[in-house]
Nanobody, 123 residues
C-alpha cells in the first residue's frame, strides 16, 4: 500500500515557475515508478511525466517537454515536478501516481493516486 500527498500547487502568472512535491508513505517507494498527471476542467486526465524507480529514466508528454522536469529522492520518499515557463494551458489539477515496477505512461497502469494539487496559470 502506498499513500501519496501532493503539495506545491498555486496561482502563478504565465512564464513563472512552480515545483510540485509528492510525499509517499511506505517502505517500498523505491520499487515504484512514479508519474505526474493532470486534469483540466471538462477534460480527461492526461499524462505529464514519469520516472523509473531508480530515477535513471524519464519520459514526458510533448506538451511539457523542455519546460517540466521530474525527479525523485528515494531516501526522502518524494517525487518532484519542476514546472518552468508555465502557460495558461497548463492550468489543471496535478496528480502524482505510483506504479509497481517499470516506468509507465498510461493512466490505467498506475496503482495508487494522490488527491491532487491545483495549478492555475494566468495570462
Amino acid at each position: 500500500q502506498v499513500q501519496l500527498v501532493e503539495s506545491g500547487g498555486g496561482f502563478v502568472q504565465a512564464g513563472e515557475s512552480l515545483r510540485l512535491s509528492c510525499a509517499a508513505s511506505g517502505r517500498t517507494f523505491s520499487s515504484y515508478a512514479m508519474g505526474w498527471f493532470r486534469q483540466a476542467p471538462g477534460k480527461e486526465r492526461e499524462f505529464v511525466a514519469a520516472i523509473s524507480w531508480s530515477g535513471g529514466s524519464t519520459h514526458y508528454a510533448d506538451s511539457v517537454k523542455g519546460r517540466f522536469t521530474i525527479s525523485r529522492d528515494n531516501p526522502k520518499n518524494t517525487v518532484y515536478l519542476q514546472m518552468n515557463s508555465l502557460k495558461p494551458e497548463d492550468t489543471a489539477v496535478y496528480y502524482c501516481a505510483a506504479a509497481w515496477g517499470a516506468l509507465r505512461v498510461g493512466v490505467v497502469e498506475y496503482d495508487y493516486w494522490g488527491q491532487g494539487t491545483p495549478v492555475t496559470v494566468s495570462s
